[in-house]
C-alpha cells in the first residue's frame, strides 16, 4: 500500500493536483478526487476545554464545490466495524443508482472510490481517504461509483447519508480484492470480509454480465434528483 501523507490523503508518485479545484470557506474546505464528481469535504473542528463541535455537510460549502445541492435525502445509514473489516466494493443498480454522502464520527477508516460507470471520463480510476473521528472528512459519491471502506481501528463508525432507499436486489457490489481495480487495502491488516464481498464479481464479470452503470444514465439520474427541488419537494 502507497503511503498516506499526514493530511489523510493517499500519497502518489504522480498525483493529479489537489490544489486545482479545491474550494474553501471558513468552516468547509472541499477537494476534487481523481474519480469525476467525487469530492472530498474537511470541516472545521471547534474544540474547547468542553469538547468540540463539527458540521460534516454545509449545503453552503457543498454548493460551491459542485454548483448545485445535495439530493434529496431518502435514508441515513450508521454502522460499526472492527480492525481489519471491509465492506465493499459496493453500488446501486442503475437506475435506479444511489448517491451518497459519507463521514466518519469515530475510529478510522480508508475509504475508497472507484469509477465502473461506462463511458465516464475516469472509467478505472479510483481516490482513497482517510476517515476519522478527528477531521471529520466527508465524502460525496456519484451516483454509479463504487465505494469501500477499510476500518484502521475497532470501534470505527462510519454513517452516510442516501438518495434511495435500501432494496436488497438492487444492491450489486465488486471484488475489492480484483487485481484489475488495484485498490490500496494495507498489507499489514487481515482483512475481514462478508460471504457476499468474497464471492462477489470482478469489473471484467461484472462488465460482461452487462451490470456496470452508464456514465449518462447516471448523469440523468442526478439531474432527475436535483429536479425534486425545483419541483417544489422540501
Known amino acids: 500500500m502507497e503511503a498516506l501523507d ?3 490523503v493517499l500519497a502518489r508518485p504522480d498525483p493529479v493536483s489537489v490544489i486545482t479545484g479545491v474550494v ?16 472530498e469535504f474537511t470541516p472545521k ?33 450508521y454502522g460499526r466495524s472492527n480492525r481489519g473489516v471491509i465492506r465493499g466494493l459496493h453500488f446501486t443498480r442503475t437506475p435506479p443508482g444511489s448517491a451518497k454522502y459519507v463521514y466518519c464520527p469515530q475510529g478510522r477508516a480508508l475509504d475508497m472510490v472507484f469509477d465502473i460507470r ?23 459519491v456519484p451516483i454509479g461509483v463504487g465505494h469501500a471502506f477499510m476500518a484502521l ?14 432494496i436488497p436486489e438492487d444492491e450489486l457490489g465488486l471484488l475489492v480484492f480484483d487485481p484489475a481495480m488495484g485498490l490500496p487495502l494495507p498489507a499489514d491488516l487481515e482483512p475481514v470480509v462478508s460471504d457476499r464481498d468474497r464471492l ?18 447516471c448523469l440523468a439520474r442526478e439531474r432527475a434528483l436535483l429536479a425534486e427541488f425545483r419541483d417544489g419537494a422540501p
Open 200 to 217: 462477489a464479481p470482478s469489473l471484467e464479470q461484472a462488465r460482461r454480465q452487462g451490470i456496470l452503470p452508464d456514465y449518462a444514465e
Open 153 to 166: 481501528e475497532d470501534h470505527t463508525l462510519i454513517s452516510y447519508l442516501t438518495s434511495t432507499n435500501y
Open 6 to 8: 499526514s493530511s489523510g
Open 118 to 140: 461506462i463511458g465516464s471520463p475516469t472509467f478505472g480510476q479510483w481516490d482513497a481517504v482517510v476517515l476519522d473521528g478527528e477531521d471529520f472528512r466527508a465524502l460525496y
Open 24 to 39: 474553501a470557506s471558513a468552516t468547509m474546505t472541499a477537494r476534487p478526487l481523481d474519480v469525476a464528481g467525487a469530492y
Open 45 to 77: 473542528v471547534f474544540a474547547d476545554n468542553r469538547g468540540l463541535f463539527v458540521a460534516p455537510f454545509q449545503e453552503p460549502g457543498f454548493v460551491a464545490a459542485l454548483g448545485h445541492r445535495l439530493f434529496p435525502v431518502a435514508q441515513m445509514n
